[in-house]
């Protein structure tokens, strides 16, 4: 099984327990892999100081690093000493001007925190699980063999399309490099910049193989003839990954233990946590009022210009699918938010990020008649777009908290606010929901059959309210905790496939 067998270290027999494996920083600073350069000012080597430790603490590294995650979770208010840090193979050149020098650099930190006596180096926030970090990496096969700059070079080459989390130099079980990597990038925009890149990527003169790495996972199930569960178990493997996963550790416990029970034998209430809404590359704090409906505020949703457009001329009932179906095929299969009301002309279209021209036109050419009419598409006005990515928002926010918590009230409303066959109360019409059998949930606010919280808008058009479908609202819950390490989020991951890259 070594052939996804990935490392970002080179392979040398280290001194000290075996460090985190270093890209970049959490404020996304490429972190230096050879020795500082002579006559660099005291001030630029503390930066780089403080951004190699602030990689060891990143969502991208400490809870995918046992060692690290170890010692970040041995101390209930995850405080890490500055002295076992500083020992690490990558910080040998700055540790050894003092650890009072070491402390200076991290006070300059605004991710990292030291404690009054200057031993003890933490985060200022809590660990979140990374998003999307299958569908944002790259899969690149042409490098030379490996030698000690390799490692800063291969940061470089990709670091000139966009920020990235981590460069992965793919090995063999006995640690020799395989010529090929695995490149996380920050956002899913970079991702597209790298692929369609003209003229094609070529590193130091040489042409190299590229494509997505969901792509190339599909290239080896081709390759190897999996089918079924065993290409199922294929695609998680690679999405997931087979090292170390603190949050996949987490939610093992969490099965195993089972729910936590008081002295008189019942469940214990849940501690109530932080949730936050990772929105168009932004994470929002999702707020929770009295009737425990999740909402954000107004002013803290990010404007992103060009990620709407606007169909009209549909004239009548459309179903949901003969919209999001083809443009999700279009869009790696990401679903776009889609908002109409029965018997409208119009409606609009919410994409994950901003559209091209070449994007724009794609949607344009894909879906060119709704019922059976021909439909023209346009760029909404700044004002309609700004209150529609807030809506988006406030769906998402809503839905987030809803699957991150259940219902709690016990109401098991339908959708549209009337009960579903399984509910306990009626909704406001006293009518049924529109999710069959079971409604819109059970008890909890959950599917009968499958017990995980639906996605608003899902059903089919046939409610004059206005609904819609938000897919990349899911949530990150986690306090910095007193005696336990981050909580796991609950909201499931879907894994996506596409077709093989040839």
């Known amino acids: 099984m070594a052939e996804?067998?990935?490392?970002?270290?080179?392979?040398?027999?280290?001194?000290?327990?075996?460090?985190?494996?270093?890209?970049?920083?959490a404020s996304g600073t490429t972190v230096e892999t050879v020795p500082a350069t002579a006559g660099e000012g005291d001030a630029e080597l503390q930066a780089k100081a403080a951004a190699q430790i602030e990689f060891y603490f990143?969502?991208?590294?400490?809870?995918?690093?046992?060692?690290?995650?170890?010692?970040?979770?041995?101390?209930?208010?995850?405080?890490?000493?500055?002295?076992?840090?500083s020992s690490f193979k990558r910080m040998r050149e700055y540790s050894a001007r003092g650890t009072d020098w070491v402390v200076a650099a991290l006070r300059t930190s605004t991710f990292l925190e030291v404690?009054?006596?200057?031993?003890?180096?933490?985060?200022?926030?809590?660990?979140?699980?990374?998003?999307?970090?299958?569908?944002?990496?790259?899969?690149?096969?042409?490098f030379p063999d490996e030698e000690p700059t390799l490692q800063k070079r291969l940061e470089d080459f990709f670091g000139k399309y966009g920020k990235t989390n981590a460069v992965r130099m793919r090995r063999t079980e006995d640690k020799k490099f395989k010529n090929s990597v695995f490149a996380e990038f920050a956002d899913f925009a970079t991702v597209d910049v790298f692929l369609k890149a003209e003229p094609k990527p070529t590193f130091e003169g040489k042409e190299l193989l590229i494509m997505s790495k969901e792509a190339y996972c599909e290239m080896k199930i081709k390759e190897?003839?999996?089918?079924?569960?065993?290409?199922?178990?294929?695609?998680?493997?690679?999405?997931?990954?087979?090292?170390?996963?603190?949050?996949?550790?987490?939610?093992?416990?969490?099965?195993s233990n089972g729910s936590a029970q008081n002295k008189n034998g019942a469940s214990a209430?849940?501690?109530?946590?932080?949730?936050?809404?990772?929105?168009?590359?932004?994470?929002?704090?999702?707020?929770?009022?009295?009737?425990?409906?999740?909402?954000?505020?107004?002013?803290?949703?990010?404007?992103?210009?060009?990620?709407?457009?606007?169909?009209?001329?549909?004239?009548?009932?459309?179903?949901?699918?003969?919209?999001?179906?083809?443009?999700?095929?279009?869009?790696?299969?990401?679903?776009?938010?889609?908002?109409?009301?029965?018997?409208?002309n119009s409606g609009l279209v919410g994409f994950h990020k901003a559209?091209?021209?070449?994007?724009?036109?794609?949607?344009?050419?894909?879906?060119?008649?709704?019922?059976?009419?021909e439909i023209t598409w346009s760029v909404p006005d700044e004002n309609t777009e700004k209150a529609f990515q807030i809506e988006r928002a406030q769906t998402a926010a809503k839905s987030a908290l809803d699957s991150t918590f259940g219902n709690s009230n016990g109401r098991g409303r339908g959708r549209g606010g009337a009960r579903g066959r399984g509910g306990r109360g009626g909704g406001r019409d006293g009518g049924r929901g529109r999710g069959g059998r079971a409604g819109a949930g059970g008890r909890d606010g959950k599917d009968k059959k499958d017990g995980k919280a639906r996605e608003?808008?899902?059903?089919?058009?046939?409610?004059?309210?206005?609904?819609?479908?938000?897919?990349?609202?899911?949530?990150?819950?986690?306090?910095?905790?007193?005696?336990?390490?981050?909580v796991l989020q609950s909201a499931a991951k879907k894994a996506?496939?596409?077709e093989a890259a040839s």
């Open 456 to 486: 608003p808008g899902s059903e089919e058009v046939g409610e004059k309210r206005k609904r819609a479908v938000e897919p990349d609202g899911g949530p990150d819950v986690g306090v910095r905790g007193k005696q336990a390490p981050p």
């Open 269 to 344: 209430p849940a501690e109530k946590k932080d949730v936050y809404l990772e929105f168009m590359g932004t994470k929002l704090l999702i707020h929770q009022n009295e009737e425990g409906v999740g909402s954000v505020k107004p002013e803290d949703v990010p404007f992103v210009k060009g990620a709407t457009l606007k169909f009209e001329g549909c004239g009548g009932d459309v179903p949901w699918s003969e919209i999001k179906n083809p443009i999700k095929e279009k869009f790696e299969g990401r679903a776009p938010f889609i908002k109409y009301a029965r018997g409208d």
């Open 224 to 255: 190897k003839g999996l089918t079924g569960k065993s290409a199922n178990h294929r695609r998680e493997l690679m999405s997931s990954g087979r090292g170390f996963n603190a949050f996949r550790e987490m939610a093992r416990a969490k099965s």
């Open 496 to 498: 996506k496939t596409e």
């Open 355 to 373: 559209l091209t021209e070449e994007e724009i036109q794609i949607v344009k050419n894909t879906v060119k008649t709704l019922n059976s009419k």
């Open 58 to 85: 990143a969502d991208a590294n400490l809870p995918f690093d046992k060692f690290m995650w170890t010692l970040y979770t041995k101390d209930p208010e995850h405080w890490v000493p500055i002295e076992t840090v």
């Open 4 to 25: 996804e067998d990935v490392t970002m270290t080179i392979a040398e027999a280290p001194a000290v327990p075996e460090e985190p494996k270093a890209e970049t920083s």
């Open 115 to 142: 404690d009054a006596d200057g031993k003890r180096v933490r985060r200022r926030t809590e660990v979140q699980e990374p998003k999307g970090q299958f569908e944002r990496s790259v899969y690149a096969k042409g």
